[in-house]
């Protein structure tokens, strides 16, 4: 696994008293049985635990081949070749796989050719991978769409795959892949439109795309792509999350300690709470990310962190909107940390308060070599709440005509400004500058540029840029402020 060597310096330089996250380990099980699908029909294994995949006719389906590999002792795997297998046997409370989702009994992993070349069809008949109890379940290269979770019991989990582990702690491992168009719907609650993993455990994510995936139903429902559950650890690598949409959390909710490396989040909706992203408990790391054009109804366009702690470095947070308060982010009894990030053009509409961050409820927030600004207009600050800056951060608005006040920035470097006389960071729009996730570029008149500290820099921008580099041309490179090294 790549770029995982997240270095506990980067939280002493922040003082605080988070955590290093813990790293992940990428499971590779040895493979008992491997089986090779040759029809896209979705057929029955006519002989489960004879080891040989044949439905009736002598072909292997992919349902066939999860049945013959629940059968056998040990870790099997399943390869699958370009095509479309659409799903017809009906039956969504079934756990042996013979109707409904491929229930996965034993660890296995389901190679495809590719997301977009094999594709895998619930055609609203079920989910389409459960795994039960503590298996561990590998999916790579395929794309995942139709899927449609719903049951009596209540929460219903998720509408492509559902990985139940209580008290056990299987692993989930998807890698480049796609999942389209899956819904978990519970009048109930309903968690994780495309993926749910509910507790304890593993899910490592990487180079999957998300679109189109919803939880519904209930008012209160989790993570329109991804739901990880209470105590589940979850590391995402060049993810995308998009047009994805629940209650809270419309890309992602998370209850366990994560990492996040590289991902987009972008025009995701969130009727409640957290419009991209929602975070409980534990820690959270997000890196070289970008958060924007999401929407909350309440609270946290971009972000929604609740009695958790989130470092939020080298990443840009923009474009984000609330129907209440804090476009860009909301923070409730948790802790917030900026290293060079640009958090800029958020709004909110419903209270005269922060459109880009707000902490409350004892919240608590720490700065450095970052951009808050042209969040809400003039007349609002960038912020509301106190930060510990540790210095060389902009701040447009710090103290807005209501009274609102986004304090502490008054550590050598700061750069602050007033609803009367703001500071201007002078950002270019939004665009790819040469890195897998947009951010916000530097014009040359900008007072981001040679503005930082490199002694509180990690050696490198959102993009993967060296830092520092000599932005202004007077011949002395010193690392600029915010995501983007110009």
Not at 70 to 88: E, H, I, K, Q
Request: charged share 15%; with cysteine; hydrophobic share 35%.
């Amino acid at each position: 696994m790549s770029r995982l060597a997240f270095a506990p310096s980067r939280l002493a330089l922040l003082g605080s008293s988070v955590v290093a996250p813990l790293l992940l380990a990428d499971p590779a099980p040895a493979l008992a049985a491997t089986f090779s699908v040759t029809t896209t029909g979705d057929t029955v294994d006519a002989s489960p635990g004879d080891g040989v995949c044949a439905d009736v006719t002598g072909a292997c389906s992919l349902r066939a081949a999860v049945m013959e590999a629940n059968a056998l002792a040990g870790a099997d795997s399943v390869r699958m070749p370009a095509g479309t297998v659409t799903f017809t046997l009906a039956g969504a409370s079934e756990d042996y796989a013979t109707t409904g989702d491929l229930d996965v009994r034993d660890d296995l992993t389901v190679y495809g050719a590719g997301p977009g070349s094999t594709i895998v069809d619930a055609a609203g008949l079920d989910r389409i991978f459960h795994g039960i109890s503590d298996v561990d379940l590998r999916v790579d290269g395929m794309t995942l769409t139709g899927g449609y979770a719903t049951s009596a019991a209540t929460p219903t989990y998720g509408g492509a795959i559902w990985m139940y582990d209580y008290p056990n702690a299987g692993n989930l491992t998807v890698t480049n892949s796609e999942f389209l168009g899956n819904t978990v719907y519970d009048t109930g609650n309903a968690w994780g439109g495309a993926i749910a993993k509910t507790s304890y455990g593993s899910l490592y994510l990487s180079e999957v795309t998300f679109s189109g995936n919803a939880a519904t139903g209930s008012g209160n429902d989790l993570g329109g792509a991804v739901k990880g559950g209470y105590y589940t650890t979850t590391v995402m690598e060049d993810c995308s999350f998009t047009g994805n949409q629940a209650d809270y959390g419309g890309a992602i909710s998370l209850n366990g300690d994560s990492e996040i490396y590289d991902i987009t989040v972008a025009d995701n909706t969130a009727t409640a709470d957290g419009g991209g992203i929602q975070l409980g408990y534990f820690d959270h790391f997000i890196v070289g990310s970008a958060v924007y054009g999401n929407w909350a109804g309440n609270t946290g366009g971009g972000i929604a962190v609740s009695s958790a702690n989130l470092l939020f470095e080298n990443s840009t947070l923009s474009g984000n909107m609330a129907g209440i308060r804090s476009g860009g982010a909301h923070v409730s009894y948790g802790w917030l940390g900026l290293i060079h990030a640009t958090v800029a053009y958020n709004r909110a509409s419903g209270f005269a308060n922060s459109g880009g961050i707000w902490l409350v409820d004892g919240s608590t927030g720490e700065a450095t070599n970052s951009i808050l600004a042209l969040s809400n207009g003039t007349t609002l600050p960038d912020c509301r709440g106190t930060f510990t800056s540790h210095g060389h951060n902009i701040v447009g608005v710090a103290n807005g005509a209501g009274g609102n006040v986004c304090g502490g920035f008054t550590a050598p470097g700061d750069q602050v400004g007033t609803y009367t006389l703001p500071v201007n960071p002078r950002l270019l729009p939004l665009a790819y500058n040469g890195g897998s996730t947009k951010n916000h570029g530097l014009r040359r008149t900008s007072p981001a540029i040679d503005a930082g500290d490199d002694s509180l820099s990690l050696g490198d921008d959102q993009r993967g840029v060296a830092r520092p580099r000599d932005g202004d041309g007077d011949g002395v490179a010193i690392c600029d402020v915010g995501a983007h090294e110009r």
